[in-house]
């Protein structure tokens, strides 16, 4: 098997990832003409990370979303299922172990996290949730080590807005994304995957759903791009005083 299915086989996913951790970013940024960074950008201004607060960055991949938090003043922990992206963020940060830049690096799957529950003030997963064999259980385990009251915020591609782009961005999500990646020297497998997983994800209302059903409240969404990504949010319930 040269690369992981839609049935999203953990082992699968995650050397998948490890293949193409080296270049993983580059790759992001060119083949997302640089939106990657503006969706960076609105996802920090969504989790509102200051001072004192803990935020878990989900399926972080090499931590460079996990600076957007630590640039705020919060703290914050990168967490990843694949070790060769983990490696590869501790590395460029001058770190060893599981430290690069003051950003503690733990691997985790998303079904079974490996924090203690309510410890964190933010949970966060950017372009990840997709990647994850069950959505709902991955967002229950979110909601667990969230402290009451505290915050879920999921970017995820999604469905374009607009039915003539939309016709241009699957043209270019399964016939040029995976050759863009192999110009770029990396793991064009992978980005057929990509390609596959987002055509096959649900729209914005469906995953508010989802993200509802698994216990968050207040759940909304903003497009970006058109559509091509949107940002989720939501609220753990606060305890009640009953």
């Known amino acids: 098997m040269t690369r992981a299915q839609l049935d999203k086989k953990p082992d699968e996913v995650a050397a998948m990832f490890d293949r193409t951790a080296r270049r993983y970013d580059l790759v992001n940024d060119v083949i997302s003409l640089g939106q990657v960074r503006l969706w960076r950008k609105a996802v920090a201004r969504a989790v509102d990370a200051g001072p004192g607060e803990l935020v878990l960055d989900l399926g972080a991949g090499t931590g460079t979303s996990t600076e957007s938090f630590t640039e705020l003043g919060a703290r914050a922990i ?4 694949s070790l060769g992206m983990l490696q ?6 001058g770190g060893n172990g599981l430290t690069g830049g003051g950003i503690p690096f733990i691997a985790g799957d998303a079904l079974r996290l490996p924090f203690a529950d309510g410890v964190f003030d ?6 990840a949730l ?3 064999h069950d959505t709902g259980q991955a967002l229950r385990e979110m909601l667990r080590v969230t402290r009451p009251g505290g915050r879920l915020v ?6 374009v807005t607009a039915p003539s782009l939309d016709r241009v961005y699957r043209e270019y999500l399964m016939r040029l994304l ?12 992978s980005y057929e995957y990509l390609a596959e ?22 759940v909304a969404w903003r497009n970006l791009t058109c ?8 609220f753990k319930p606060p305890v009640s005083k009953e």
């Open 178 to 189: 995976p050759k863009v990646a192999r110009v770029f020297g990396s793991n064009d497998d």
């Open 88 to 93: 590869v963020g501790v590395r460029r940060r």
């Open 227 to 234: 559509g091509i990504v949107a940002v989720h949010r939501g």
């Open 130 to 132: 997709r990647n994850v």
């Open 78 to 81: 990168a967490s990843d299922f």
């Open 154 to 159: 999921v970017l995820e591609f999604s469905h």
């Open 122 to 127: 933010a949970v966060t997963i950017s372009v």
């Open 197 to 218: 997983s987002i055509r096959d994800w649900p729209d914005q209302r469906t995953l508010a759903r989802t993200i509802q059903d698994a216990g968050w409240q207040r």
